[in-house]
């Protein structure tokens, strides 16, 4: 499985949103308080890219030479419609002040010193050390994951329903339960709700809703690997 420090790091470097919060800014609005972009650099710091007017700027500004503690709350959702769609939160604490110099004209980028970091998903609740933060590097698949669940989802919804048939007795419904959605033997949806270079994660609905975990052979490294591993689970479902 992916690790903590490697599972915040592919939420901070992935498409989720994310709000950056800073005590005194309640009463800004919170598309003020959303960053046009962020990245990691090379000690594990995270620099976010504001509009130069934009509340949390002004926030730095105005302390100055003092530390101002700031938090970045990311949130991922499901890019699949699925029950409970949250997939998790990630929270990167610590302490923001400029970095002039690296954003255009009307922009300006805030650094970010980390000095807590935890997650809570669909892995369990984790905190990361920020030296293992840095350290750490996002899933390969993260720039493509979307793209991925919705193609899976539409393309090949059939073919994700039959790996119902490798969980064994775990598919099987419980004494007193029936077996679908309606209790007439249909099995309910299943989505693909999340990938990464270790497996895919399927959530089945219906009578019951719960989530399995299909791992690849190995991990893959690029898209390539992953289509010769998605090939591998079919054809296993398939049997």
């Given amino acids: 499985m992916p690790s903590a420090a490697e599972r915040t790091r592919t939420l901070v470097q992935s498409t ?5 919060l800073v005590p005194g800014l309640d009463g800004a609005r919170p ?13 594990g710091e995270l620099f976010l890219v504001f509009p130069a007017d934009a509340p949390p700027v002004r926030a730095a500004t105005h302390a100055q030479d003092d530390e101002l503690a700031a938090v970045l709350e990311i949130t991922d959702v499901a890019p699949v419609s699925v029950p409970h769609r949250i997939r998790g939160r990630a929270w990167v604490s610590g302490w923001l002040t400029h970095a002039p110099g690296l954003a255009e004209r009307g922009l ?16 369990g609740a984790s905190r990361v050390e920020p030296a293992e933060f840095a350290q750490a ?23 994700v329903q039959e790996l119902r ?11 007193g ?6 209790g007439d ?11 990464d270079r270790f497996g895919l994660r ?4 219906g009578a019951q809703c719960f989530d399995a975990r299909f791992d690849f052979p190995e991990p893959v490294a690029d898209v390539v690997g992953l289509r010769r591993a998605m090939h591998t689970l079919f054809e296993a479902a398939a049997q």
């Avoid at 650094?111 to 970091?117: I, T």
């Avoid at 339960?177 to 309606?182: A, F, H, I, R, V």
Wanted: aromatic share 4%; hydrophobic share 40%; proline share 7%.
């Fill in 137 to 159: 590097s996002p899933d390969p698949l993260v720039g493509y994951e979307v793209e991925l669940l919705q193609h899976l989802h539409a393309a090949h919804s059939e073919q």
């Fill in 16 to 20: 989720c949103s994310a709000v950056l």
């Fill in 31 to 43: 598309d003020q308080l959303v960053p046009l972009a962020r990245s990691v650099g090379t000690d």
């Fill in 185 to 195: 033997g249909t099995p309910g949806a299943a989505v693909p709700v999340a990938l």
């Fill in 108 to 123: 300006m980028t805030l650094r970010l010193e980390v000095g807590e970091v935890s997650v809570d998903d669909l892995w």
């Fill in 177 to 182: 339960e029936d077996g679908g959605d309606g």
């Fill in 202 to 205: 399927v959530r089945f609905t």
């Fill in 165 to 175: 048939s490798l969980l064994g007795e775990r598919a099987r419904p419980a004494d």
